[in-house]
């Protein structure tokens, strides 16, 4: 089985557009959609045609070119099933734990509600990749839009226990400034800190902090860390629950 081909581009401010090639099959998949022009220049200037729209959730900006892409390509929208009513041209809905091909590709579908209700992630099994949209961030995760803190916590444990060397593709470039909040909440943290020091140059010369990978973002993500002894101390928050301290992280993240 040949690897798949990955594309990764901006689109509007911050976002983050990817697409997914097999070229066994010629499928192509955009992991959302947010703007019609980037992502119809990058599969153009590839040969690509989009098949497929993998839709994380119903906001704006990941689902805005999902009807002029339908229109030119035909290609089918696929998209989480609690959030189906929201999502333009959904041709075929996804909950927790459902698995389809891809080409040969396996994807597991996992439901992570917390920055919207029915967000879902989309695993390619075989090929580690995780596309995470926002619940999982370099160093971040989402704001918490339609559930609670307590939700989102547990949908991110759900993404911890794949394999640490799972390539993590994310929805927005906000790398830089949750680099510079994570070492507010974490700062003795040296493996943290010398990424954060690679994160400013990166950012500097303009390159992308896409992908990352789990087990980075275990040693280093404050979001991930609630249990860590050391960021609990720099909270005064020995004696509350993961979910009290990743509350916390999450509220101190939003003002900061």
Known sequence: MKPLELAVFLCRTDNFGVLVHDPETGFTAAIDAPEEAPILEAATRRGWKITHIFTTHHHTDHVAANLALKEQFGCEIIGPINEAVAIPGLDRTMADGDRFLFGNHTVNVIETPGHTAGHICYHFVDDKLLFAADTLFALGCGRLFERPAADMWHSLQKLAVLPDETA?????????????????????????????????????????????????????????????????????????????????????????
Do not use: C, Q, W
Request: charged fraction near 35%.
């Open 168 to 256: 993590i593709y994310f929805g927005h470039e906000y790398t830089l400034s949750n680099a510079r909040f994570a070492l507010t909440v974490d700062p003795d943290n040296e493996r943290l800190k010398s990424r954060a020091a690679e994160i400013e140059a990166l950012r500097a010369e303009g390159k992308f902090t896409v992908p990352t990978t789990l087990g980075l973002e275990k040693e280093t993500n404050p979001f991930l860390r609630a249990g860590d002894p050391a960021i609990r101390r720099n909270l005064i928050m020995e004696g509350k629950t993961n979910e009290e301290v990743f509350a916390e992280i999450r509220k101190r993240k939003d003002n900061f």
